[in-house]
């Protein structure tokens, strides 16, 4: 095992002992996360402002894609929001955030510098209240 492996295993333990678990349970579902070939998570939030719009450029266009830890969030300090600069664009846009779950344990992992590979977005078709569009995240920790 590498160092970095093990300094992942450990912050994720730490933040789900911190959370209630057990050491021994919380060090079983660390391992578990830090060794997931992928995570496929379903991106929350993307039907305010203009990001359906954006999702809908991303359909045909490759995105650059970004995580930002937004320990200001008034909602949730473990925020984790998912950012897209398309192909042709000026900027980056806010898609949305990680389930808190996710969140709270890639937080800290981001909060440490380190990278995560964000495999690939699917735009999906969701047609929920009105929206069409949503987003699943593959992300390797």
């Known amino acids: 095992m590498t160092k970095t492996t093990k300094s992942r295993l450990m912050t994720i333990a730490n933040k789900l002992v911190g959370k209630g678990y057990n050491r021994r349970t919380a060090m079983l579902k660390a391992w578990v996360i830090a060794k997931a070939e992928r995570l496929s998570v379903r991106i929350a939030g993307t039907s305010f402002n203009r990001r359906q719009s954006v999702l809908k450029a991303m359909e045909s266009k490759p995105a650059v894609l970004k995580l930002k830890h937004e320990s200001t969030n008034a909602a949730d300090r473990n925020a984790v929001s998912l950012w897209a600069f398309p192909e042709?664009?000026?900027?980056?846009?806010?898609?949305?955030?990680?389930?808190?779950?996710?969140?709270?344990?890639?937080?800290?992992?981001?909060?440490?510098?380190?990278?995560?590979?964000?495999?690939?977005?699917?735009?999906?078709?969701?047609?929920?209240?009105?929206?069409?569009?949503?987003?699943?995240?593959?992300?390797?920790?």
């Open 88 to 141: 042709g664009a000026k900027g980056f846009y806010r898609i949305g955030y990680l389930p808190k779950a996710v969140a709270y344990v890639i937080a800290p992992l981001l909060d440490k510098g380190e990278t995560l590979s964000l495999d690939r977005l699917n735009i999906i078709d969701t047609n929920t209240a009105g929206f069409k569009l949503g987003a699943r995240l593959m992300l390797a920790v």
